[in-house]
């Protein structure tokens, strides 16, 4: 009896501690399904490259981490975003077309550029020589006269057009001459952006450029391949290129707009709920991005001052001599950019000039 009763303790035990065994890796199995489940919940289902040229802590750079984290968020984790500054991904024309071979995603950059890059004439437009007269006339020819017209462009280019954003004013900023008139450009080779219409512009001044990479400029000016360039405040300190200048001139020759846009196949791939959140508020974002470029011109400009620069504001009588030469380039890219977009413009500039008369 005594082995039976023994032998009968032995049996529980050993199946108590099997039963125990057993549980423990019942359990921990479970863990690690679950883990893997969640795991798998927690991998985004899109990953968006977002390219720019935009260095970082610009406003252009704070606008697209807002625009990340407002995505990354309302998407519950199901997108996520990739934020590439500062042309690490090449200059603005190589990422345009990185965009259209499917490379990546979402691309913010000038309108120059897509008109280069994805070769759609008609974006040069838009950056025609004295082709505006202030930051209103602007905002309401971009958003209310040309808005859709530029979306369907884009549309039947590949790309999905989200909305406009804001490089600025293009100013001269050079070395060793202040320019005041042609006549002074003319004694200094100039760097132009990667831009027919840029290139014109020179052209018709009579001024010797030459059309370079965003991220070559500051070793151009260094080297003394070329004594200056046309470019925006904002864009010519967070380059870096107010380094490589003695003189700024403000001379608001050519309003250069940005652009935010995605491929049009990556976007129409996504759900429809995606979509939305990919977009946002178009004029919440618009609203905002151009207000954050605005708002730092007069501390850079103070900025430049404080580094020895000098700055001087054109007159309107000096002013209108560059204007008198670069009219012309309208005519000379109206095949270009399309007779009836251009008489668009022009009418649309002429319903806000009647508009801000009353």
């Known amino acids: 009896m005594l082995y039976?009763?023994?032998?009968?303790q032995s049996f529980i035990m050993r199946n108590s501690v099997f039963c125990l065994l057993f549980a423990v890796t019942f359990v921990l199995s479970l863990g690690q399904i679950f883990s893997e489940k969640a795991a798998?919940?927690?991998k985004p289902e899109f990953?968006?490259?977002f390219a720019t040229i935009a260095p970082d802590n610009t406003p252009w750079s704070n606008h697209l981490k807002k625009m990340k984290e407002r995505i990354q968020k309302e998407s519950n984790g199901?997108?996520?975003v990739n934020v590439y500054l500062g042309g690490a991904l090449g200059g603005e024309v190589e990422m345009v077309r990185s965009l259209r071979?499917?490379?990546?995603?979402?691309?913010?950059?000038?309108?120059?550029s897509v008109a280069e890059g994805a070769g759609i004439p008609e974006f040069q437009l838009l950056e025609l020589p004295c082709m505006f007269e202030s930051l209103e006339e602007v905002d309401y020819i971009l958003d209310k006269v040309v808005y859709e017209d530029f979306r369907k462009i884009l549309r039947k280019k590949g790309f999905y057009m989200a909305y406009w954003h804001e490089n600025g004013w293009r100013n001269f900023a050079t070395k060793g001459v202040q320019v005041h008139t042609p006549e002074d450009l003319r004694k200094l080779k100039m760097r132009s952006q990667e831009s027919k219409v840029h290139l014109a512009m020179y052209k018709a001044l009579g001024v010797?450029?030459?059309?370079?990479?965003?991220?070559e400029v500051l070793g151009a000016l260094q080297t003394g391949m070329v004594d200056g360039f046309d470019g925006s405040i904002l864009y010519a300190s967070a380059a870096g290129w107010y380094e490589g200048i003695d003189h700024f001139t403000i001379s608001q020759i050519i309003y250069q707009p940005g652009v935010i846009m995605y491929s049009l196949e990556?976007?129409?791939?996504?759900?429809?709920?995606?979509?939305k959140i990919l977009i946002g508020n178009p004029e919440e974002e618009m609203a905002w991005g151009r207000a954050s470029v605005r708002a730092m011109d007069e501390p850079l400009l103070q900025n430049f001052k404080d580094e020895g620069i000098t700055v001087y504001t054109l007159t309107?009588?000096?002013?209108?001599?560059?204007?008198k030469l670069l009219l012309p380039v309208h005519k000379d890219f109206e095949k270009e950019v399309g007779k009836e977009l251009l008489e668009k413009v022009y009418a649309g500039k002429k319903a806000f000039a009647k508009m801000k008369s009353k």
Do not use: W
């Open 316 to 323: 309107p009588e000096e002013k209108a001599v560059f204007r």
């Open 101 to 112: 071979r499917g490379r990546v995603q979402c691309y913010g950059g000038t309108a120059a």
């Open 47 to 49: 990953i968006v490259k």
């Open 208 to 215: 010797q450029a030459e059309s370079i990479a965003g991220p």
């Open 78 to 80: 199901r997108i996520k």
């Open 40 to 42: 798998a919940q927690e």
């Open 266 to 275: 990556f976007f129409e791939s996504m759900p429809k709920d995606l979509q």
């Open 4 to 8: 039976k009763k023994c032998s009968l």
